[in-house]
């Protein structure tokens, strides 16, 4: 016999199975539909289904966007911000730029960058030796390796997302007087000069100054 109980999705009418589906505030929707939403976005229970209608038209409208982008400047390592200076837009993915469209990142505007902020994680880990007996002790004083990671959010004024964030280092970087941790660091300062351009000329109109802020 037919089911005569099915569910379908709001968004695009497919059957809906008994589980494995997102529930929206006044519907349902696939799995289809959810892998094509972005991955910035927060809240999708509390959407309607229109709500997401929209979203998604968002998301296709981003893929012809990404079609006409071209970047001239990227940071980051595992994880890459890349920057187009002509459309004065950024995208950030784990992709190579010749293949940035195979996951739709969303292409944001320089002109919706709020604000952008970097926190230096720090992290300790001591290190043991052994005895004759091959018994873990501990030295005296202690030894502590130090470990970072550099979280960079940037604040937005987007209708779909108020934030995004990525590690510029990748892996953790060991030291705060290693290599990696200066190029880490220098990198943080030199993004956060790009994506805040637009700000800083309006700073420079109004005779005021720009400053970066780094905690740890």
């Not at 230096?120 to 873990?136: A, C, H, L, V």
Request: glycine residues 4%.
């Amino acid at each position: 016999m037919a089911r005569l109980d099915r569910q379908y999705c709001d968004i695009c009418s497919s059957v809906l199975p008994s589980f494995g589906y997102m529930r929206l505030a006044d519907g349902s929707m696939c799995m289809d539909c959810n892998k094509k939403i972005s991955p910035f976005l927060k809240g999708v229970k509390d959407l309607t289904v229109e709500d997401m209608k929209r979203h998604l038209k968002y998301r296709q409208d981003n893929m012809k966007k990404l079609d006409e982008f071209k970047s001239a400047i990227s940071f980051g390592y595992d994880k890459k911000i890349y920057i187009d200076p002509y459309m004065a837009a950024f995208v950030i993915t784990p992709n190579r730029l010749e293949e940035i469209a195979v996951d739709n990142p969303d292409v944001i505007s320089l002109h919706d960058v709020i604000e952008t902020d970097t926190l230096i994680k720090e992290y300790k880990k001591e290190q043991f030796g052994k005895d004759e007996e091959g018994r873990r002790i501990r030295y005296f004083p202690p030894r502590i390796n130090y470990y970072y990671d550099f979280i960079t959010t940037i604040r937005l004024r987007s209708e779909w997302f108020d934030e995004v964030s990525l590690s510029l280092n990748g892996k953790t970087v060991e030291g705060r007087d290693s290599i990696m941790y200066r190029r880490c660091n220098s990198m943080a300062k030199q993004l956060k000069d790009t994506l805040m351009v637009d700000n800083n000329i309006f700073n420079r109109k109004m005779g005021s100054k720009s400053h970066h802020t780094f905690r740890l």
